[in-house]
Each structure stands twice: as C-alpha cells, then as structure tokens.
C-alpha cells in the first residue's frame, strides 16, 4: 500500500520506515528541511539502532523516499499518518498546533478519499477537532476519515517495537478506516501475533495518555518507596525484586532512580492532568505522581550538596546526557536539570555520554565533553551517574578511582553493589539503598 507519514522525529521516521520493511511504499514529510536534506543524502537525524541500516535498505529498493512538500504527500498515498511534535503548552495542555497545521494543509491539497490517522500523543477528542479543521479547509467537497492510531513504540528500542508491538489499538469511525488500517498493520499482526484493538476514537485517543501516566505513576511509586527504605535502612533493590514477582505487579517500571524524563511521560502526564480538569475531574493522583518525580531529582540535588558541602568549583563528572540509554534524544532529561542547578552553583563539569553529546552541546556549547568516561573523570571530586548505559556497568572501577580526584559517586541509576564500591574505597552514594 501506499503511505504518507507526516512528521519524520522519532516516532514518523521508525515507524514509516518499518512499514516500508513489511513492504509498503512510504513517502515521508518532514518541513524540517534540513532533516529532509540529511536523510535524502542517507544520514539520520537520530539515533536509533538498527535505524540506519532499515532506512538506507529501503530507500535502495525505492519503497522510501523523503520530501519538504505535502502537497505530494497528500497526493501520494490515501493514508496519511500525522505523527508530529505535541510538546507542552504554556499551562501543561499540549501544543497541538503542528497537528492542526498539518489537517490544514492536507484539506487544501485533497482531490481524492483520504484517511487521516492521528499517530502523535493527542488529547482525547481531538479527532473532532481534526475532522472539524479538515472539513472546514476543503476546497472542494472530499470524502474523509479521522482515525486515531496511538503510537507505543519506547525509544532505545523502537525498531524493534515497531515490529513487535505489544498491541495495535485503532480508534474509528468507519467500516473503511478499520479496513485500511488492518490491511496496513497485517504483515506486523501475523508475524508478531498482537492483538488489533478497534474502538472509537476517544478511546484509542485516552487509552495512550492512560498508559503513559499509569507507567509514570509506577515509577513515581517505587521512587517515593525508595525515599522510604533509605530511612527505614531497607534496600529498594531487593524490595522491588520482592513485589515485581507477584504477576499482579511485575517487575518492569519498577527501578528506583532519578526520575522519569524524556519527550513522553512528562507532557503526557501534564496533559492528562490538564484533560480532566478540562472534564471536570481532578486527577490528584497524577499530580502527585509529578510531585514526586520532581522531588526525586531535588533529594538527589540535595546528596550532591552534602556530599560536596560547597559546589563552587568542584570538578563533578556526568556520565549519562541522554534521558534513557539507547537513544540520543535530551528532551526533559535528568541531565538538563542537574546541569543547570550546578551551573548556577559554579561547578566545573565534566560531562559524557556514549551518543547524546551533539544534542546536548546545542544546548551547552561551552561545556567539556568527552569521548570516553574515564578521561571524563578524570580529576572529578564527584561522578554523578544520570543514565544507565551499559557502558557504565562495564567500566574498570579501579581505573576509575585512581582517575577521580576524590572517589565519590552518587549513582542515580543504581549501577553498581554499594557494598562492593565502598570496599573497593569508592564513597559510593545511590538511591533507596543503605
Ligand atoms: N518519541 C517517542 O518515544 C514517542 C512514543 C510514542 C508517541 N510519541 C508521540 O509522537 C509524536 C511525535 O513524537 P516524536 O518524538 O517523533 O517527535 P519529533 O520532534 O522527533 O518529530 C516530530 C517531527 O514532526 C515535524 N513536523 C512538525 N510540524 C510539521 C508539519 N506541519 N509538517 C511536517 N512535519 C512537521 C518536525 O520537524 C519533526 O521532525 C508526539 O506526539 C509524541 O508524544 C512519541
């Protein structure tokens, strides 16, 4: 079949290309030109793994190709994805503007029958909205469908997400919609055996938010556990290996650490947050949930001062820019916060990460980074450990002790034995543990 995915981030440019995989002919939008030019030339704007390789050999067997115009991306296909940015708005709301913009743009150039499918993290109801915005810009009368497709891909995996997701929810109003959405997803049905879940729109719409801000509150839960069990001088690692056995629980989202960041459960959480008492309803849970992933990085902020006593000018190591390891995305990451509170105590820092470092120098072009941690600590009075890359866990600790001007870490990730750091004479401080 034929696809237009508009919006080639994270999210358009996996899944686009893995729908060329399964044999799909994708055009993919973008009116970043830049990133157009980047990916025409085979050079990706992300990182990804396995990215690259998939796009390159699709664009040689001609089922992908990339464009600025969407114009020829309305003509192109009778699909088209909208998986653009929804970044939060001033008040939490999500900035839905991009998704306007582009029904816009569609209704101006549609000739022809076209399924319009919202893959961005949407509010509940916008698909109304959709339809109202594209029905009103038409320009001459066209048969349309909305329909909502709600994206589960995580990064760091995304590839592999794309093709094994754990379930496929479509939300539509037509007989057609759902037929054309099962047609396109059936090579990935029959490979991975997932479940495709037709509802309505609202639902598929709240059924993302409602995970997202489930998942978010599993975090929030075991960190706010952790603050427990550092003063009752219980181990949350052991604690969490306890309650994730029971299947009722399970143990994944179960890690005690910085905090949730990235380009989802924050704005996401925020939005639903927003949705409800847009609804009427006050969603303290959620509230809360936030409340302590915010207080999660301000204990953590707080063992910095009192391991260092004064900040200024102390040479602090950070291992970890990216908000997860497997991806180079910094958006709302841990990294951003703690930089910019030692920023303002006048730290000297030090700062790695295996694939996140061009991102993050646009953000901070001033700041020393380097190519390999134990250079990076070298001369630290403190490593502070934001994200949990296996290269961390595989780093040779006695190199690294004799790198450090003074072996202290604080581990916000908790990477390593605390008992086995302090015999081998680390200073070693982590999360939920004694
Ligand atoms: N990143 C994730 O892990 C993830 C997972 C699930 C869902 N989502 C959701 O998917 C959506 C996209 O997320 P992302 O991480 O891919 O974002 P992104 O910022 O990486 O990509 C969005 C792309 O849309 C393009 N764009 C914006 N307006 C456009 C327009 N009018 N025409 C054409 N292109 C336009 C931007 O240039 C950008 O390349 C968001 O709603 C997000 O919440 C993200």
Redesign the pocket.
Known sequence: MKITM???????LVTGTCFAEIGHNVLC????AR?IEMLTKRRMP?YEEGLEDLVIRNMDKERLRFTTS?KEGTEFAEVIFI????PPGYHGEPNLS?VE??GR?VAAHMTDYRLLVE????PVNTGIQLKRTVSKYLREKVDFDVASNP?????GS?VHDAFNPDRIVVGVESERAARLLREIYEPIISRSGCEFLVMNIPSAELTKHASNSFLATKISFINAVSRVCELAGADIEQVAHGMGLDPRIGPSFLRAGVGYGG??FP??VDAFVHLADQLGYDFRLLREVQRINQGQREHLLRKIQHELWVIQDKVIAIFGLAFKPGTDDIREAPSLYFVSELLKEKAKLRLWDPVATEKFRSVYPDLDYFDDPLECAKGAELLLILTDWPQIRQIDLARLKEAMKCPAIIDGRNMFDPRTMREMGFDYSCVGRP
């Open positions: 508009v919006g080639a981030g994270y999210v358009g939008v973008d009116n970043d990133k992300i969407i998986a653009v940015g929804t991009y913009q582009v743009q893959k961005s993290t949407v994206e589960f891909l995580r990064e995304a380009s989802c704005k996401d």
